[in-house]
């Protein structure tokens, strides 16, 4: 046997506590990494993956890590092969019994059916070997469950799988059947001379050479007169697939005698396992033989698990920076249409007129500040209604500007996701994700309306225990509030001809205004923070959009990483010697 050595699991302690062995301790290691698989995205191959997935997860727990604890227990002999090959004629042929039913119709859909010794029942209790399979005692028809059939004239030691066909029209049965064939010590594949040839059994042998598997072979109903050239073409047939050691063993055509197989036809095969099963070392070897070429291959079939999971990650990364690109993108344009004066035309330039006064607003940014100041308090103080339509205006220019990024955001993060086939897969399945959230509009403003408040309690605690602080209460700590919020909505950018000089205007008379009422640090200070601020909730609002793209990611759990699942299969190879 190639590569370390497999050692019966488990090592009892000075203490007489038994210490999990290293080598099971990888295995299950493995199997919590393939458990944790998860392949959302629709990528080319995912389905194939998922199938890999299963069939690795299932040969650890149905084979592996049971033989792996009991290397002396008996050897699992599974009889495979394709449809109407005669496998259960077979079966019951090598134990003189009819222990199995043989299919009549096509597909033979039915509980796969395990021949043993009674001595050998408490190895195959629920719970050992193929523990996912309900036990019977009885035929019930169910393809998901194993039906135990104990008889003395089973060898000690050695028991009989007759598994569904390999090749059947039924997936399930063809699952099924791979999945018995995984967990056997030995592959009894059985064809015919009329098949044996045929592509199906042959993928399964080719697999069970690259993992090391111990194979036999029977060639079934061969003419007397064609025994020598089919079974020299068969076993050159094998040589070349790296089977060319495997017992073959040719049962030639005739008349079944009282429903079963001449006794002279079956009696080397028979022979042969009763020998096996005789020799606690042979079947030990057999064991070990396949179950290390089971561990060695875990590396090289798992390959393409590890691709999927890679492709998984490079696919959802794709997807999320996308959708986090489309919303960073609205967020800077809110950022840009505040900082340039874009929001101070309209509506809120006209409200913000309405505060201060119309009249001569630019000649008035060349008289003394008290004159403006003076202007500012008649109008706060007096003139109550003009404020608040400026703080609606305010308001709805803010929303509206959000609205209009987030419907922005949404059509190019969905536009990106369809161009990708798992994308499209994702949005066809949340309907609406192409359009703002429902509610969007109503926790915008409540957002905009809670910056407000903000903005109000930043004026009342600046500068506090300073004297100017009650002067700027005398001039109304609302009025001193709007005039921050139009100064940090009013550093004029890419404005127009008379927009320039209007907003212009109106920062510059925010300005005066604030610096002496407050201060020119306390100024800078105020509309640091109030723009800050708002920048905050607008990120916060816009994050919570894009955060419906990263749930849909992320629908499905945290998955194993190729990274971690690699390092499973490592800490593995590293205890088989696998390269």
């Known amino acids: 046997m190639r590569g370390a050595p497999v050692r019966q699991a488990g090592a009892v302690t000075a203490g007489g506590q038994v210490r999990e062995d290293p080598l099971e301790q990888a295995l299950r290691g493995l199997r919590e990494a393939l458990g944790a698989v998860r392949l959302p995205l629709a990528v080319p191959g995912a389905e194939a993956a998922l199938a890999l997935r299963r069939e690795l997860a299932d040969q650890l727990d149905d084979y592996v890590l049971p033989r792996l604890a009991r ?28 222990v199995t039913r043989p299919g009549v119709l096509r597909p033979t859909t039915r509980e796969p059916v395990l021949v043993h010794h009674p001595d050998d029942a408490p190895w195959f209790a629920p719970g050992r070997l193929l523990p996912g399979l309900a036990r019977t005692t009885g035929a019930t028809g169910d393809p998901g469950s194993l039906q135990l059939v104990p008889t003395p004239a089973a060898p000690r030691g050695l028991a009989l799988l007759d598994a569904p066909d390999v090749d059947s029209v039924v997936a399930e049965n063809r699952r099924l059947a791979g999945q018995l064939l995984a967990a056997a010590d030995l592959w009894l594949f059985l064809t015919t001379a ?38 020299a073409h068969l076993a050159g047939m094998l040589r070349e697939e790296g089977l060319g050691r495997a017992p073959l063993f040719v049962v030639p055509e005739g008349g079944l005698a009282s429903g079963r197989l001449p006794e002279d036809a079956v009696a080397p095969l028979r022979g042969w396992l009763h020998g096996l099963a005789a020799d606690a070392p042979a079947r030990a070897a057999v064991a070990r033989a396949t179950l290390d070429g089971v561990l060695r291959s875990y590396g090289r079939r798992a390959a393409p698990l590890v691709e999927a999971l890679a492709a998984q990650e490079a696919t959802g990364r794709d997807l999320g920076a996308a959708a986090a690109g489309a919303y960073a993108d609205a967020v800077r344009a809110v950022d840009d249409a505040v900082r340039d004066g874009s929001l101070l035309r309209g509506e809120v330039l006209a409200r913000w007129q309405d505060v201060v006064g119309t009249g001569d607003l630019l000649r008035g940014l060349q008289r003394r500040v008290g004159h403006l100041r003076d202007r500012v308090t008649a109008a706060a103080t007096g003139r109550p209604a003009p404020e608040e339509r400026l703080a609606e205006a305010l308001e709805s220019g803010v929303e509206a500007l959000v609205l209009a990024q987030a419907a922005s955001a949404a059509e ?36 905009v309306r809670d910056w407000q ?18 002067r700027a209460v005398a001039y109304g ?10 100064l940090v909505l009013a550093s004029v950018g890419p404005l127009t001809g008379g927009e320039v000089a209007v907003a212009g ?19 800078r200070s105020l509309a640091a923070r109030a723009r800050e601020d708002l920048e905050e909730r607008v990120a916060a609002l816009l994050g919570q959009e894009r955060e419906r793209y990263d749930a849909l990611l992320a629908q499905e759990g945290p998955p194993t990483s190729a990274e971690a699942l690699r390092a499973a299969l490592h800490a593995v190879a590293a205890r088989t010697g696998a390269p």
């Open 477 to 486: 700590v609302n009025g001193v509030a709007l005039a921050v919020m139009v």
């Open 453 to 470: 408040g903000a903005v109000l309690d930043l004026v009342r605690r600046e500068g506090a225990d300073r004297r100017r602080t009650a």
């Open 505 to 523: 205007g109106a920062s510059a008379l925010s300005q005066k205004l604030l610096e002496a009422l407050l201060g020119d640090q306390a100024v």
């Open 412 to 447: 190019r993060a969905a536009g990106a996701w369809r161009r990708d086939p798992a994308g499209r897969a994702l949005l066809a399945a949340a309907p609406g994700l192409d359009r703002p959230s429902p509610d969007l509009a109503e926790r915008t403003a409540r957002a």
């Open 194 to 231: 009329a098949r044996y040839a045929d592509a199906v059994p042959w993928a399964l042998l080719r697999e069970a050479a690259a993992r090391s598997a111990v194979v036999a072979v029977v060639l079934d109903r061969v003419p007397p007169e064609a025994a020598t050239e089919v079974r």
């Open 71 to 98: 290397l002396d227990a008996p050897l699992l002999v599974v009889v495979g092969g394709s449809t109407g090959a005669g496998k259960s004629t077979l079966v019951n042929a090598l134990v003189r019994a009819d």
